[in-house]
């Protein structure tokens, strides 16, 4: 097929044409688990009040009250054992953050997506050198930054790739954005946080917390937005041994204005928290490069917190039914080359564990009626100037069972995959190295689409696609963000 022209600002087109083709991959298998379990006790957080703290410059008024996904749309039951569990109805016209809902389960029950022959609809030029980040798409609109210099962040119309507007931030946005109650909050590299009233733009406030935002996706419900950061620094610039670097940490900032509830920051030096927080039974779990913990909401007080298993800066966890599920790759002497792990939500003791045969495991689980989906890739590596190589590149998705940890089966990608598994009906999206595949949950192809480029190589897509009303929708390295449809 002849892939759509771009779509840049104020709807105009160019007339570069690419040729973009979808192609079948995949297979399946099927593999073991394991356990373990230890916790600690952790230190130290600030808690701030909000009035006066933060630096907003205007004042959102309304109400927010829920999280996004959730709205009127969320039943709580009891198991019969205390234990509370919680499951959004799902939305088939949005995706409104990283991973569909506040929980980053990256499942939206009723939505639709492309289930066979799939091409691109149509392209939208971000005029910026990457778009890494993930869209979210509510009412219509796609909402995407682009995670270069210019990081400009962009209102699509979903069904023509026709823009809406186009907002230029101080600094540029490695995260999705989270698109609540008609406002669009993210954070920049050039340390401002911003909320945009989605329908035109326009900055409805904008705070300066003193710390860089990487590629953690916020998170809003009741009135908070909760994100991480990434460390900065040296504070002190001495160029000896007492050299202080800031450290990085997970902020609670108040929806209407900005200002900061409470801060937890108790990470090493050098840290970085780039992973988006899973919310839920009022508890915030984030991961960082040391440590996985789970955060009170509306303190930051630690409820409890994982430094003995293996952590990764960029994995999110996501929490299900309970559960806190997340992986990363095993830098151990010995075992698989990564873990998948199953944590006690309310405890945080570990449930089971299942070795993953790649060791690249850099994304973030997606759970979906029982089974835990999670891409993993390995990559050829060579010596430089010499014909020493070692490895193979591949990239493969992995479903596991959610109670158990035994896996169900694999199925191969035809290149390394770079995105966190989007799950809607039957179909299992991942980014990958030049294009998307789609497997079915039953580990079988349905279809694979080629970016075309203006590389050789093509763009990769380490953005997550978003899916709803029968489209999916993600970013690539190229600066462009691509609707893929039937």
């Not at 300066?208 to 620094?233: A, E, K, L, N």
Request: net charge negative; charged share 25%.
């Amino acid at each position: 097929m002849t892939e759509p022209s771009d779509s840049p600002l104020h709807g105009s087109r160019d007339s570069r044409g690419r040729n973009e083709r979808a192609v079948d991959d995949g297979a399946n298998g099927r593999g073991t688990n394991g356990r373990g379990a230890s916790a600690r006790e952790c230190g130290r957080r600030r808690f701030l009040v909000a009035a006066g703290v933060g630096t907003a410059t205007s004042v959102l008024a309304g109400c927010l009250s829920q999280a996004p996904g959730d709205e009127d749309e969320t039943t709580t039951t009891d198991d019969g054992a205390g234990t509370t569990t919680e499951r959004d109805a799902g939305s088939a016209t949005a995706w409104p953050l990283f991973g569909h809902d506040a929980r980053n389960s990256g499942h939206a029950p009723d939505a639709t997506g492309p289930a066979s022959d799939a091409a691109v609809e149509w392209r939208f030029d971000g005029e910026t050198p990457t778009m890494n980040s993930s869209p979210a798409v509510v009412d219509g609109t796609v909402y995407v930054p682009g995670s270069g210099d210019p990081g400009y962040v962009h209102a699509v119309d979903a069904e023509t790739g026709e823009a809406k507007w186009r907002f230029e931030p101080d600094g540029y946005a490695s995260s999705a954005p989270a698109v609540v109650d008609g406002t669009v909050y993210f954070g920049t590299w050039g340390r401002k946080f911003y909320a945009l009233d989605a329908a035109t733009g326009d900055p409805v406030w904008t705070t300066d917390v003193g710390h860089r935002f990487g590629s953690s996706s916020p998170v809003v419900d009741d009135g908070v937005v909760y994100v991480g950061t990434v460390g900065d620094g040296p504070l002190v610039a001495s160029g000896d041994d007492d050299e202080q670097f800031e450290s990085c940490a997970v902020l609670a900032l108040d929806a209407a204005s900005g200002d900061e509830r409470w801060r937890y920051d108790d990470f090493g030096e050098k840290e970085n928290v780039e992973a988006s927080p899973a919310l839920a039974d009022s508890r915030v779990y984030v991961g960082s490069e040391s440590e996985l913990c789970a955060l009170d909401a509306a303190t930051g007080d630690v409820a409890w917190q994982r430094t003995d298993v293996q952590t990764n800066a960029d994995v999110s966890p996501a929490v299900v039914d309970g559960v806190v599920y997340y992986g990363a790759p095993n830098t151990a002497d010995d075992g698989p080359p990564a873990n998948l792990y199953a944590f006690d939500a309310a405890t945080g003791d570990t449930r089971w564990t299942t070795g993953i045969d790649d060791v690249s495991l850099r994304t973030s689980p997606a759970i979906a009626d029982g089974t835990v989906y999670v891409a993993a890739s390995s990559t050829r590596t060579c010596i430089l100037e010499s014909d020493d190589c070692s490895g193979t590149t591949r990239g493969r998705v992995y479903a596991v069972d959610a109670a158990t940890g035994e896996r169900q089966w694999m199925a191969p990608i035809e290149t390394d995959t770079r995105s966190s598994p989007a799950v809607v009906g039957d179909r299992v999206y991942v980014g990958c190295n030049d294009g998307v595949s789609a497997v079915t949950t039953d580990g079988e192809s349905a279809w694979r689409v080629d970016f075309e480029g203006d590389r050789e190589d093509g763009p990769y897509v380490k953005s997550s696609p978003a899916v709803a009303d029968g489209r999916l929708f993600v970013g690539a390295s190229d600066g462009r963000l691509r609707a893929i449809s039937e």
